[in-house]
């Protein structure tokens, strides 16, 4: 798994003979209808935490950033049903897998959920287990498979039939800070699969070098609400105090 940069919006707006940064130019975008003080920065990152809060939105559509995205096949299926981004994947019906270098992405099997949740994991299973070693077996023999197709003269369109969901496939993503904030929502949640959750970490870390007021903002943002559901649970078992003795 990699995630690397690749495009940011290019602000032709200057601030002393400097282009603003792609979320400076967010908060520039947000005082439209004050245009005496577009150019304050300082207060940004409160004022970005209040469009978020207030359901201005239009504003982080106003800079994007585009990303390479290196991870497998299933975990790509999962990016792309952010239908608000735009893509660019590697495409195995043209090209042969193996001109991305290593093949598969390595995966560490997990245990089932315990409590019947379909969709989530529990450990990891030891590197000897006979279930993971079983795993490389079959996924081995079938990268085997597909380079002995190629190499016969199969076309790579039908030959990729034989690859794992776990074959590496790179991607390029292009998304709005809207897109973005929304994305790091989704994927960075506990409940996200834990593959793609690294592949948001690794996003995370690259939109807070080019949008680092944002970041700041959607920390806030945090902050309040954890604060506010803390503040509904404290008074959730006040209420369930006050049954109680009633009762």
């Known amino acids: 798994m990699k995630v690397t940069s690749v495009a940011v919006t290019k602000s032709l707006v200057e601030d002393n003979g400097v282009p603003l940064t792609p979320d400076q130019l967010l908060v520039y975008a947000a005082r439209v209808s004050n245009p005496n003080n577009q150019q304050n920065h300082l207060t940004g990152p409160g004022l970005l935490n209040f469009?978020?809060?207030?359901?201005?939105?239009?504003?982080?559509?106003?800079?994007?950033?585009?990303?390479?995205?290196?991870?497998?096949?299933?975990?790509?299926?999962?990016?792309?049903?952010?239908?608000?981004?735009?893509?660019?994947?590697?495409?195995?019906?043209?090209?042969?897998?193996?001109?991305?270098?290593?093949?598969?992405?390595?995966?560490?099997?997990?245990?089932?959920?315990?409590?019947?949740?379909?969709?989530?994991?529990?450990?990891?299973?030891?590197?000897?287990?006979?279930?993971?070693?079983?795993?490389n077996n079959v996924v081995h023999n079938a990268v085997d498979t597909y380079i002995t197709l190629i190499t016969a003269g199969v076309a790579p369109e039908s030959a990729r039939f034989v690859l794992p969901l776990c074959t590496k496939t790179r991607l390029y993503m292009k998304g709005s800070a809207r897109t973005w904030i929304h994305y790091l929502d989704q994927r960075e949640s506990p409940h996200a699969q834990k593959e793609h959750r690294q592949v948001a970490h690794a996003i995370r870390a690259e939109f807070a070098k080019h949008f680092p007021t944002v970041v700041e903002a959607m920390a806030l943002r945090k902050s309040e609400v954890d604060s506010l559901k803390a503040e509904i649970e404290r008074l959730k078992n006040e209420i369930n105090q006050l049954k109680g003795t009633t009762e």
């Open 51 to 135: 469009c978020m809060r207030e359901g201005h939105w239009s504003v982080f559509d106003q800079a994007d950033l585009t990303v390479e995205i290196e991870t497998s096949i299933s975990i790509s299926m999962q990016i792309l049903r952010h239908w608000s981004a735009k893509f660019q994947q590697f495409s195995q019906r043209y090209a042969e897998v193996t001109k991305l270098g290593t093949v598969i992405e390595p995966v560490t099997l997990r245990e089932k959920a315990v409590g019947g949740n379909r969709q989530g994991s529990g450990n990891d299973l030891a590197p000897d287990d006979w279930r993971q070693s079983h795993f």
